[in-house]
Nanobody
Framework: QVQLVESGGGLVQAGGSLRLSCAASGRTFSSYAVGWFRQAPGKEREFVATTNWSGGSSDYADSVKGRFTISRDNAENTVYLQMNSLKPEDTAVYYC?????????????????WGQGTQVTVSS
């Protein structure tokens, strides 16, 4: 069982930056792949970024490539999402998710554990 808690969301102007954190419970967190997803009002939840168990492999949605960076610190049981050059269309609730596995995973259905989400609002 893994419990996930996101933090770091907030209100930022377009062009600004935020760093989200996903803190996990459990001693075996290093064996889990982690993904970030987001859901804007009236829209479906969508994939943003994922990292494998070691942080050595990652994948991104086309809409955030070159602006967002996912990383992890297994000693701290935490995964980060550094978001730069933010746009109003990045406004959403951001969720982290985890599953056991060796690869990166981009589908919502791939994940077994979810956090409660953190709001990111980008003003124009």
């Amino acid at each position: 069982q893994v419990q996930l808690v996101e933090s770091g969301g907030g209100l930022v102007q377009a062009g600004g930056s935020l760093r989200l954190s996903c803190a996990a419970s459990g001693r075996t967190f290093s064996s889990y792949a982690v993904g970030w997803f987001r859901q804007a009002p009236g829209k479906e939840r969508e994939f943003v970024a994922t990292t494998n168990w070691s942080g050595g492999s990652s994948d991104y949605a086309d809409s955030v490539k070159g602006r967002f960076t996912i990383s992890r610190d297994n000693a701290e049981n935490t995964v980060y999402l550094q978001m730069n050059s933010l746009k109003p269309e990045d406004t959403a609730v951001y969720y982290c998710a985890a599953r056991k596995g060796s690869y990166t995973y981009t589908a919502l259905s791939d994940y077994d554990y979810w956090g409660q989400g953190t709001q990111v609002t980008v003003s124009s």
